[in-house]
T-cell receptor, first 113, second 109 residues
Framework: GAVVSQHPSWVICKSGTSVKIECRSLDFQATTMFWYRQFPKQSLMLMATSNEGSKATYEQGVEKDKFLINHASLTLSTLTVTSAHPEDSSFYIC?????????FGPGTRLLVL | GIQVEQSPPDLILQEGANSTLRCNFSDSVNNLQWFHQNPWGQLINLFYIPSGTKQNGRLSATTVATERYSLLYISSSQTTDSGVYFCAVVETSGSRLTFGEGTQLTVNP
């Protein structure tokens, strides 16, 4: 199957700082990538769809100025959590669908103190 | 948007037992996937099964698209099967993968 990687796997930051998470497709090109967020004991919720060379599409209720997405190449999408606050602490997972099957990265655990 | 309901929410088994997990969805779909989320959070693809039946070792899945449900069967369960099982769908008119709430499976030795 296709491989999606994420970096970092976990990050701890102070409130008010910005954090960048990278998502890479290792063995395929991805014109579209998806960013999900998962809170403890809950399901995955789609935050935004990242499109190579164009603006991301955000789900209702997701602040686009807070969660900046850049999809600058066919193998890399980045999510920047700007001015992070404790309520942004969560598990962030990226994903891509090269054909019909959607594959997920290992996720990034963000803790904002 | 489409609704995805999974049952049961929690399931506790003894090693060696069999189980059936169910996924109901509220609209027609062109993509249905089953995932296993391990204790580290990694989502592992189990099946891509928008219709029909597939088997992979001790796991098998059946989707009856016309009746809007899918079943995941786990036979001879092992402790390593523990974790959360998610069903996720893409409705025919859409493109986003929508997840159910998951079934938390615990297999005791």
């Amino acid at each position: 199957g296709a491989v999606v990687s994420q970096h970092p796997s976990w990050v701890i930051c102070k409130s008010g700082t910005s954090v960048k998470i990278e998502c890479r497709s290792l063995d395929f090109q991805a014109t579209t990538m998806f960013w999900y967020r998962q809170f403890p004991k809950q399901s995955l919720m789609l935050m935004a769809t990242s499109n190579e060379g164009s603006k991301a599409t955000y789900e209702q209720g997701v602040e686009k100025d807070k969660f900046l997405i850049n999809h600058a190449s066919l193998t890399l999408s980045t999510l920047t959590v700007t001015s992070a606050h404790p309520e942004d602490s969560s598990f962030y997972i990226c994903s891509a669908r090269p054909l019909q099957t959607q594959y997920f990265g290992p996720g990034t655990r963000l803790l904002v103190l | 948007g489409i609704q995805v309901e999974q049952s049961p929410p929690d399931l506790i088994l003894q090693e060696g037992a069999n189980s059936t997990l169910r996924c109901n969805f509220s609209d027609s779909v062109n993509n249905l996937q089953w995932f296993h989320q391990n204790p580290w959070g990694q989502l592992i693809n189990l099946f891509y099964i928008p219709s029909g039946t597939k088997q992979n070792g001790r796991l098998s899945a059946t989707t009856v698209a016309t009746e809007r449900y899918s079943l995941l069967y786990i036979s001879s369960s092992q402790t390593t099967d523990s974790g959360v099982y998610f069903c996720a769908v893409v409705e025919t008119s859409g493109s986003r993968l929508t997840f159910g709430e998951g079934t938390q499976l615990t297999v005791n030795p």
